[in-house]
């Protein structure tokens, strides 16, 4: 059994995104509390969301996310919600690039977890164990042979995506 925590590159990354969309949601506050009719309205949903946020961040700061890899399977322990699950049921490898760089991850359908924890009401029907906030060149590392050695069926359904798509 191994324990990974998120870098802290991956946490600077995500604190940025959490303070932009706070700054964002002052901004708009104050365009329409100008220009617009229903001001309060956004107005009190600004401050709902900048709670909201800094709550996010505080969360994040307090408890780091982690993954942990056995025999038996993943057991992660993000933000939003902590689960375990076995390697039959992580159902692929994803990549997602943004203005901040290509990430990569595992893809679980919510139907095939245990829950550990919910800190969240709604819950997602697919969850992203995002890999490369663990390892910034993860499938290198002592974590993607890990995953390789455990889950081989991600790697073979990831060729053959990638083939049709070339």
Known sequence: MKEYFVTNKAKTILETKLIGGLLAGILITVFFSIYGKAAWVFFVGSIVLSLTYLAELNRLRKSPERIIISSKGVEYYGISFSFK?????????????????KYEGLIVDVGEIDLIERRIRIMPVKILIPLSSFEDNWRVSELGQQIKQYAPHLFEQEHIIRGKNN
């Open 85 to 101: 699950t076995g390697w039959e049921n992580l159902e692929s490898i994803i990549s997602h690039r943004d203005i901040f760089g």
